[in-house]
């Protein structure tokens, strides 16, 4: 552990595996009457916004020079694609479903920590651990309904919103983001412009119209926003800087129990059995492949 474990590191990651796990569920309420982009740009910016006035505040500077910046860009536009297609796929995908998809993200880091220059193969636990949890996905399809376009469309941008969130975990742990920005800052910059970046995706896919706001979802946006956005990634980032990563990931495991628990007595969409059976394999893949990474050393 990289310093001692105190109440409040606790607490952040208690707050991570709560309100991670109730975004899933919040999204799908307000992608009822606000669009993806829109609404997750709205929320980024008013969590970075705020983030960000009051690290000023408290003294923080922002980072300089023309390398840290273009990884800010970069990683925002990472985000920017991640969250926005991840709210796209809650618009056919239940909460708790969607989670559980986004849970494979373990996985996928992996796999892209094997495929970059220099990187070391997958271990026999890495590879069986991506074969469940592949296997894991193609359970919670509805192939007892019939598969229409519709639903692999939810499913595929939820997938490829979980590998371009990968693919900037795995950047961010390279470009050693932490020795050249303050965490907290980062954090508030990649919200905020994130959030600048889906308001223009949004705009320009003509999703304006569709901004009809009910009671219900402007309630959720608002909750999306102080404890998704706000709360959830600055407890993140404070929590990844004090625990182990393997601590810290058994997050993931919790996030989709948390958001089943919302569907069913919050949302009355009972998972069923053919979400355990899923849920069952995909989190056997994500031990196995985090397992695998601990005896490499890597976590």
């Not at 969130?165 to 965490?183: A, C, G, L, N």
Request: charged share 15%; with cysteine.
């Amino acid at each position: 552990m990289r310093t001692s474990a105190t109440w409040k590191v606790w607490m952040a990651w208690a707050a991570v595996c709560l309100f991670w796990g109730t975004t899933g569920p919040g999204i799908r309420v307000v992608v009822r009457s606000m669009p993806p982009f829109l609404q997750g740009g709205v929320r980024f910016v008013f969590a970075g916004a705020l983030l960000l006035g009051v690290l000023m505040i408290r003294g923080k500077k922002l980072p300089r020079g023309w390398v840290t910046w273009r990884d800010v860009l970069l990683v925002s536009l990472l985000l920017c694609l991640a969250n926005g297609l991840f709210s796209a796929g809650f618009l056919t995908v239940t909460g708790a479903v969607g989670t559980l998809i986004v849970s494979t993200v373990a996985i996928w880091i992996s796999v892209l920590e094997a495929l970059r220059p220099g990187g070391s193969k997958p271990g026999l636990k890495a590879v069986l651990g991506l074969a469940v949890g592949i296997g894991g996905v193609a359970v919670l399809l509805p192939w007892h309904t019939g598969l229409t376009l519709r639903d692999a469309a939810g499913y595929g941008l939820l997938l490829v919103a979980a590998l371009i969130w990968s693919f900037s975990t795995v950047y961010q742990r390279h470009r050693k983001f932490s020795e050249r920005i303050d965490p907290f800052v980062s954090a508030g910059l990649q919200l905020f412009l994130a959030g600048i970046m889906m308001c223009i995706v949004g705009l320009a896919i003509g999703e304006l119209p569709r901004w009809n706001p009910t009671n219900e979802g402007l309630l959720a946006l608002v909750y999306l926003t102080i404890f998704g956005s706000l709360v959830g990634y600055v407890s993140f980032i404070y929590m990844l800087e004090k625990l182990p990563a393997d601590v810290v990931g058994i997050y993931t495991y919790i996030n989709p129990l948390v958001a089943a628990g919302v569907d069913l007595f919050i949302l009355r969409e009972p998972p069923g059995t053919r979400f355990w059976a899923a849920a069952g394999l995909i989190l056997l893949g994500v031990f196995l492949v985090q397992r695998s990474e601990r005896e490499k050393g890597r976590i």
